[in-house]
């Protein structure tokens, strides 16, 4: 990998994912499907670096490296998924130790959380993501080690303050980890406001195109904490397969091109549609009427996201009427590929969700944003 402070990001993250074939010339990289490695006659590995497919995979490296490098962090580990990467974390503590995590957050490791940390013997809060008080008074209880959270939370695109929260998680001895799948290394490094630790489902803006599960961690420092993480990983073999490691870091190149494009497409659409009368509200950070605009144009750089949410006028009923007449947009669940996608977030999550039946989740692609725009005003007529 280069090591050129000089070029910009995106230059660094198209070149650097190349992989030149120095013996071949390809400009593609090549796939390691091996499970393990040569060894000489005295049993020493031929390159030390690599022992055991559940160990590490020449494939990760490159990838891991550049991510890291994005992130403003010291190392970065790729996993099987973005859930067994937030895993990784919570089981690198002890019981006893305090979690702290938005109310309004990726369902998925929430509704795994509540379970998982009764389980293990790890005590729970959970804070109101719209309120700054209630996440210092949360964190100050006895006990906190980790306070996690996602700056916009998702699908209310509620903005936490970043390094506010670094400050009052180190205040009370405990470690910042920030969800960043949304913003990506392209617009927000948590790491760069004080973060310790950076999450990233890969499968979304990281791969771009929906066909890898995969996740990724990134430190700040190589401490304690870092090194338990590195111990799970190796041990419970959460790794990406050699495939799977090719795709993603063939989605990777594209990066900067595809975050861009879907923000710029988000922020054209929140415009049009804000103050529209079949909605209640129109939920994007890039919107100056939104609470937390302020803190967003600060810890954001170049665009707020591809993703949004619509509140439609009426109850869940209306807001699945609207969802079923979309054409151009896809009923899927997930974010951040190529393709526009829409999903009614409450049908997902299920009863005790507390996310508004009348709310639309929209993950904007790459698309003609007059298309998307066309799609969901007949919708919405």
Not at 278 to 291: C, I, M
């Amino acid at each position: 990998m280069r090591n050129d402070t000089k070029l910009a990001p995106e230059t660094l993250n198209a070149q650097a994912l190349r992989q030149i074939d120095a013996g071949k010339g390809g400009l593609t990289p090549a796939i390691f499907p091996s499970t393990t490695y040569l060894r000489d006659e005295n049993y020493a590995l031929t390159n030390p670096q690599h022992s055991y497919g559940r160990d590490e995979n020449p494939g990760f490296v490159v990838a891991e490296k550049v991510l890291a490098r994005l992130e403003g962090g010291e190392e970065a580990l790729l996993f099987s998924s973005g859930m067994s990467a937030a895993m990784a974390i919570i089981q690198s503590l002890k019981p006893g130790d305090r979690v702290v995590a938005p109310r309004i957050m990726y369902w998925g490791l929430r509704n795994w959380l509540i379970t998982f940390c009764d389980q293990w013997g790890l005590a729970l809060d959970l804070f109101d993501p719209a309120d700054p008080d209630a996440m210092v008074q949360t964190v100050e209880r006895q006990g906190t080690r980790l306070l996690w959270i996602e700056s916009p939370c998702n699908p209310t695109w509620d903005v936490i303050d970043i390094a506010a929260a670094a400050e009052i998680a180190h205040e009370a001895g405990a470690a910042l980890v920030v969800d960043s799948t949304v913003p990506t290394p392209v617009l927000t490094q948590p790491i760069r406001h004080g973060a310790d630790l950076v999450m990233h489902s890969a499968t979304k803006y990281l791969n771009g195109h929906c066909d890898v599960v995969a996740g990724a961690l990134v430190t700040a420092r190589k401490d304690e904490l870092w090194e338990r993480v590195c111990h799970v990983r190796l041990h419970g073999g959460a790794i990406l397969g050699a495939f799977e490691a090719w795709l993603l870091q063939r989605g990777m190149r594209t990066l900067f091109l595809r975050v861009r494009k879907a923000s710029e497409s988000a922020l054209a659409i929140a415009r049009h549609f804000e103050g529209h009368p079949a909605l209640r509200a129109v939920l994007y950070p890039g919107l100056p009427s939104h609470p937390g605009h302020a803190i967003a144009r600060r810890q954001m750089d170049g665009g707020f996201g591809g993703m949004l949410s619509l509140r439609v006028k009426g109850d869940a009923e209306k807001a699945l009427d609207v969802v079923k007449r979309c054409r151009v947009f896809t009923r899927a669940t997930s974010l951040g590929g190529v393709e526009s996608l829409i999903e009614h977030r409450y049908s997902i999550e299920g009863e005790g969700s507390p996310i508004p039946k009348d709310l639309i989740r929209l993950s904007i692609g790459i698309e003609a944003v007059e298309d998307l725009i066309g799609d969901l005003e007949q919708a919405l007529a």
